[in-house]
């Protein structure tokens, strides 16, 4: 929706395909922004309320601008997929940003589509400008910004930033059940998207480097993770153990 102002007041769907918002859309009476099965995208203002629902996604950008700020006057809903373009060169950011909501409700998937230098402990990226915001994203892709580390969200209700710090957690088991012939071992405290293995032994006290792998996977994106394991009714006992790279 080009120029450089537009007093259209009637409710805007998109449901499938894109549309660029590069002027400035003024909502006058009853207009809203409904996006279902499409993109929102653009460079320009919306000041309609915006709803992003699930299988439809924002982008701030357009065609020949890439990153971009998107300007909100209202309210933001997010249950979608948020797609931010994220490059660091010389240890600054230069990002797509989403300013001036009222209120944001965070929800559905966040992507960041990260470019230029590897992202480092006490990184700190700023994508979202708001009065007041809630709710958190389900997902985030990337699941981690690098090897051993992991996404700090807490502040993204409160300021819109998040940060990158060093994976600190150990992964350990939680409950152990037995079920339909196999053991089933749950756990939480790991690296998300991380991959984990489960070593078994018949005995406690074989040396480390004997014990042998029974299951490879990841980490879920909340660090947590369930392995399920026949039992074999001729091994009289059988010990496990985590391990990770």
Same mark, same amino acid.
């Given at each position: 929706m080009a120029g450089p102002f537009n007093a259209y007041t009637g409710p805007t769907v998109v449901s499938n395909g894109t549309l660029f918002v590069d002027g400035n859309y003024s909502d006058i009476t009853t207009g809203s922004f409904t996006v279902h099965g499409g993109t929102l995208g653009g460079t320009g203002a919306i000041t309609? =309320? /915006? /709803?992003?629902? /699930?299988?439809? !996604?924002? !982008? =701030?950008g357009g065609l020949s601008v890439s990153v971009a700020t998107l300007t909100f006057g209202n309210t933001l809903s997010l249950a979608g997929t948020t797609r931010m373009d994220v490059n660091k060169t010389g240890g600054v950011f230069v990002n797509d940003f989403v300013f001036g909501v009222t209120t944001l409700q965070m929800g559905g998937t966040l992507q960041l589509n990260v470019t230029g230098e590897p992202l480092a402990v006490g990184d700190v990226i700023s994508l979202f400008n708001f009065n007041s915001a809630s709710g958190n994203f389900s997902a985030i892709t990337p699941a981690t910004p690098g090897p051993g580390l992991v996404w700090d969200t807490s502040n993204l209700a409160a300021n819109g930033t998040m940060a990158v710090t060093a994976f600190t957690s150990r992964p350990e088991f939680g409950t152990v059940l037995q079920s339909a012939g196999a053991i089933v071992m749950n756990g939480s405290n790991g690296l998300p998207g991380a991959t984990y293995y489960v070593l078994s032994s018949t005995n406690i006290a074989t040396p480390l480097n004997q014990w042998l792998p029974v299951l490879t996977n990841a980490f879920d994106a909340s660090g947590n993770f369930s392995a399920t394991n026949l039992i074999d009714p001729a091994t009289p006992q059988r010990f496990f153990l985590l391990q990770t790279p």
């Open positions: 309609a =309320p /915006v /709803v992003i629902n /699930v299988g439809g !996604a924002l !982008a =701030p």
